[in-house]
């Protein structure tokens, strides 16, 4: 029975993670291709090395190379992929309902009742389909998307 739970508590973990990759895709991937450009332009950090000693300065090629490859392999590189592939995967009302879920990621229940994103979402893609799913069918749209976000992040092997 502990196994169980233990299961079902990590399925909801790894949701969880996914949602949120999915939910601030737009920040992270500024915030990555912000760190790229400053790596490529060689942005450096001073060398407080004082009194000799081999601080790696006189490498600067090798040390942007280091640099890009960590940053072109890390964990949040995958993540950011995962999201691409998913995108590209998805058809147009599910892509629609992430891209409305991102721009809703800030609403709050007033009421702490159902989650403040649900009516927001409901609304405006009826002004952009002609068509307003139910609370439950945006639910159901939004599960499948997550579900299919965390099996595409574990085969990319990304960390949970």
Known sequence: MELALDIKEQIKHENRIAASWLIHYRERKRSHDELYQEIIAGTKEKD???????SGVGRPVEAMAIKLEAHNTGD???WLLVVEDVKSILGPK????????????????????RPGWIAPVQ???GEITGWCPSEDKIKEMWYEVVNLTVRVAAMHKCKF
């Open 76 to 78: 949040m590189a995958r």
């Open 48 to 54: 407080e090395n004082i009194g000799g000693g081999r």
């Open 94 to 113: 599910k892509r629609q309902l992430l891209e409305l879920r991102q721009e809703c990621r800030f609403y709050i229940s007033p009421d702490g009742g």
């Open 123 to 125: 609304q405006r893609f």
